[in-house]
């Protein structure tokens, strides 16, 4: 059945008005998404169609008698799909989830505030220099509080736009200043809150290049709306060009 | 006060609750199509002041709509007859219960005329929005009014839960075995029962984070916080996540508080109109305890994106995935009861029916969003929006409009307008569902809950938002139609109150006590209900029944 959600995609999706799936994750997620829509859909005829059928009949003098097959087989097979959908479901997430990014995932810090995102990248040295909550200061370029004396934080470089190459997994260090903030990227079939106080990981590569909405998903205040940025995926070529351009920059 | 006009004093608390909260949702959906519409005597309306809207609707319709009306309204007005009691356990804890009720209400429609407005942080109120008042307008004063409000409506609903309990424990009649309970009864009891841990837990919860805001605590708030520039540090390396943990326990049983008694008033009103036994009737009765238990357990999965460990959204994956099963039994025992009844298609019916299809619809996308994966895509998505007022909103609805067409014979000695009722309903539902269903396919491609505006955003963020926006207009209009759907229910209530009281004491051939001649006699000399059968006992061809309060002997012939 899964081949044929995934052979058969944009058939099947075609009423279903998902957004373009980029990320190397998304297809499996996008199948599983599709047969629970279909199982709901023909469930939810199934279930009206029996209600209109049962009104509509002739009255039946009969006692109910076996109760076992009315209730409890449709019982029974309704429990084994939920499980199958549950254990369907359950590997992915386990997949998505349960271990982190692989050793050479491009990392990137990406820190909500009221109400933007900025997005840290940690320079030739790989390491995020410190960040002090005193130190922020969006008004004079440095809206992550990082501090400048800490040797780190000399190649770390901060983009209002999250630039990611295609086909390399991006370890994502998620981090909020004042409230929780809903770190959502609808066409890479992500989200994560980001919880001030704590740093959430998440990981997963994008594969087609183009450009992508990056939305707020949890109420954080008045801005809350547009709190939106761009995520750009580039090919593995030019996100190179624009690493090393914005290095420079960024260690002046 | 008598329970009888507490009922109605709940019920008076609520219907001006749901026209306030109505209207507000009207004016969300109007911003929301056509963002430069001014409200008149007005003027736009501003983003914060949407978010108001969202949570002021919110709290009127989950806590003074879905748990007053249903549970201490027509709990109190027809509870005690439906099992043959006179009188309530506790009159003085219930009348007092409904006092705090009001002043939880007024303070809470006081909260947007405070400066800075009402509490701009929805009814869940996550903190450090809710907690610190310099994150946005309306969090100063006005969250403390919300704070106040919610905290009395705790406390009130702890008291009238408990008189509830007390009641249904020990003031049933001789006879009145827990067997012979109607299932509303049982819908009454599980949600009472529920109610009890969870707005106790939410109380603790509002006290904390009254103590975070006033008092330099650190419960929720991490040790440092950088909002609006200013550095803020907290006592204790405290975090969000608890408030989450400890709010959810309340919210996730708060909504099966709002829906149960539903579900238990379908069950019998689908028997009295199909004439037979609820199918699987003692079944049905476990499913409702076990929803009700499974309830608790289940909280986690409006946490699966929140930070959690992914350990634990497998683990709440599973209880939710099984909270499936007991609903569907539900819905197998509904289309069973009715199935080859040639049931009367009364008003009542009609509204019953339309509680099941609706549960149905609602309910159907309970399972995919209890998949972690999947949540990844949809939280806080229309397509949640989509699900929750489908299930709890709209079958919560129909089961009060259902229990008003129902019980008005008990409560008005009079019947409401079958044509009338009729068309109310079919409007209603068409209505209803053509404003929801479209949710589903705007959360599908992407529009999160909470936007204010959805156009005038720029970027690829700006073009996926803007993309909704034809049926941003089809779903206002319909939510105008909805509400205007409701117009003949209001001239049916004028014609038929105006009307002399002529209804027939039986007018629906029901089996349960509160259709007993003197089930709501004053009279101290009347004499004490007495149970002799289970409810619903229809003879096979459906010609004849045994109401509850007959001794067996002589069967009684329909009208």
Redesign the interface.
């Known amino acids: 059945m899964t081949h044929f959600f995934q052979s058969h995609g944009f058939l099947v999706a075609s009423i279903?008005?998902?957004?373009t799936d980029a990320a190397a994750h998304g297809p499996a997620?996008d199948a599983?998404?599709l047969l629970?829509?279909w199982i709901?859909l023909a469930?939810?005829a199934l279930?009206?169609i029996?209600?209109i059928v049962?009104?509509a009949?002739?009255?039946?003098?009969?006692?109910?008698r076996r109760?076992a097959l009315?209730?409890f087989l449709?019982?029974a097979a309704?429990?084994i799909l939920?499980?199958f959908?549950?254990t369907r479901?359950?590997a992915?997430?386990?997949t998505?989830?349960?271990t982190g990014p692989s050793r050479s995932a491009l990392q990137v810090e990406v820190v909500g505030?009221?109400f933007a995102w900025y997005f840290r990248y940690p320079g030739p040295d790989a390491t995020f220099g410190v960040a002090k909550?005193?130190l922020?200061?969006?008004g004079e370029g440095n809206p992550v509080?990082i501090d400048p004396t800490d040797p780190h934080s000399a190649d770390d470089f901060v983009s209002s736009q999250l630039v990611l190459p295609a086909g390399r997994e991006v370890d994502l260090r998620l981090h909020s200043?004042?409230?929780?903030h809903?770190f959502?990227v609808?066409?890479m079939?992500?989200?994560?809150?980001a919880?001030?106080?704590?740093d959430?990981h998440i990981h997963f590569t994008p594969t087609i290049p183009g450009?992508?909405?990056?939305?707020?998903?949890?109420?954080?205040?008045?801005?809350?709306?547009?709190m939106?940025?761009?995520?750009r995926v580039l090919p593995e070529a030019a996100f190179e060009v624009w690493l090393t351009q914005h290095s420079k920059s960024g260690a002046r | 006060m008598k329970h009888r006009t507490l009922g109605f004093a709940y019920l008076a608390l609520s219907t001006a609750a749901l026209l306030a909260g109505t209207t507000l949702s009207l004016l969300m959906r109007l911003h929301l199509a056509w963002p430069d519409w001014p409200l008149p005597l007005h003027g736009p309306i501003?983003?914060?002041e949407y978010?108001g809207l969202?949570t002021l609707h919110g709290t009127l319709m989950l806590f003074f709509v879905l748990t007053i009306a249903p549970l201490w309204g027509f709990g109190s007005l027809i509870l005690p007859a439906q099992i043959g009691s006179r009188r309530m356990a506790f009159p003085k804890l219930n009348s007092a219960a409904f006092w705090l009720l009001t002043a939880s209400l007024l303070i809470v429609c006081a909260s947007p005329f405070v400066p800075g407005g009402t509490a701009?942080?929805?009814w869940t109120a996550?903190?450090?929005?809710s907690a610190?008042a310099s994150?946005?307008?309306g969090q100063g004063l006005g969250m403390d009014l919300w704070l106040a409000s919610i905290a009395l409506f705790s406390l009130a609903t702890c008291m009238a839960a408990v008189n509830m309990l007390t009641t249904i424990v020990c003031l049933r009649c001789d006879g009145m075995a827990w067997h012979r309970l109607p299932l509303t009864v049982w819908g009454w009891f599980t949600a009472s029962l529920l109610s009890l841990p969870s707005f106790a837990v939410l109380l603790a919860a509002l006290v904390l984070l009254f103590c975070d805001r006033h008092l330099h605590t650190g419960f929720f708030?991490?040790?440092?916080?950088?909002?609006?520039?200013i550095?803020t540090h907290s006592p204790a390396?405290?975090?969000?996540?608890l408030w989450l943990h400890l709010f959810w326990f309340f919210g996730h049983p708060e909504v099966y508080i709002a829906v149960l008694p539903g579900m238990g008033l379908v069950s019998m009103v689908l028997a009295n109109f199909a004439r037979r036994r609820v199918?699987?009737y003692r079944?049905m009765i476990a499913v409702m305890v076990l929803i009700g238990g499974i309830g608790i357990l289940v909280w986690g999965h409006h946490m699966f994106?929140?930070?959690l460990s992914?350990?634990a959204?497998?683990a709440f994956?599973?209880s939710s995935?099984a909270i499936?099963?007991p609903a569907?039994?539900e819905?197998?025992?509904?289309?069973?009861t009715?199935?080859?009844?040639?049931?009367r298609?009364t008003t009542s019916m009609l509204f019953a029916?339309g509680f099941?299809?609706l549960f149905?619809?609602g309910g159907?996308?309970g399972?995919?969003l209890?998949?972690?994966?999947?949540?990844?895509?949809?939280?806080?998505?229309f397509f949640v929006v989509a699900h929750f007022h489908l299930i709890m909103a709209m079958a919560g609805v129909f089961g009060l409009y259902l229990a008003t067409y129902y019980w008005f014979p008990l409560i008005a000695s009079r019947t409401l307008n079958e044509r009338l009722g009729k068309i109310h309903f079919w409007l209603t539902i068409f209505f209803a569902y053509s404003t929801f269903l479209p949710m589903h396919?705007t959360g599908?491609?992407?529009e999160?809950?909470?936007?204010?505006?959805?156009t005038g955003?720029i970027?690829?963020?700006?073009?996926?938002?803007s993309s909704t926006m034809p049926l941003q207009r089809h779903i206002t209009v319909s939510a105008l139609c909805l509400a205007l759907a409701q117009i003949p229910f209001f001239i049916n209530l004028w014609i038929t109150l105006r009307s002399p009281a002529t209804s027939a004491s039986n007018p629906w051939d029901a089996t349960t006590m509160e259709w007993a001649p003197n089930a709501f006699s004053e009279d101290p000399a009347a004499p004490e209900p007495t149970t002799h059968v289970a409810p619903c006992e229809y003879s096979?061809?459906?010609e004849t029944f045994h109401p509850q309060w007959q001794p067996v002997t002589q069967p009684n012939q329909p009208e």
Not at chain 2, 331 to 336: F, N, Q, T, Y
Request: aromatic share 6%; with cysteine; net charge neutral.
């Open positions: 279903w008005p998902l957004p997620l599983q998404l629970n829509l709901g469930l939810l279930a009206h029996l209600v049962g009104l009949k002739r009255r039946t003098h009969t006692p109910p109760q009315i209730e449709p019982l309704l429990a939920f499980a959908l549950a479901a359950e992915l997430w386990e998505a989830r349960y505030m009221q909550p005193e922020v200061a969006p509080g200043q004042d409230v929780i809903g959502s609808p066409q079939r992500l989200k994560q809150n919880v001030p106080g704590q959430i450009d992508y909405a990056i939305l707020c998903t949890q109420l954080c205040g008045l801005g809350h709306y547009r939106t940025a761009t995520l | 501003l983003p914060e978010l969202v701009i942080s929805g996550y903190p450090p929005l610190v994150a946005g307008p708030l991490p040790a440092t916080l950088v909002v609006n520039g550095v390396d405290g975090s969000p996540l199918f699987a079944l994106v929140a930070g992914p350990f959204g497998s994956a599973i995935m499936a099963v569907s039994a819905v197998l025992s509904w289309i069973a009715v199935w080859g009844s040639r049931a298609l029916l099941v299809s149905i619809t159907l996308t399972p995919i209890a998949q972690p994966i999947l949540d990844q895509y949809l939280h806080n998505t396919i599908l491609a992407g999160p809950r909470h936007y204010a505006q959805l955003i970027g690829p963020s700006g073009t996926l938002l096979l061809d459906g």
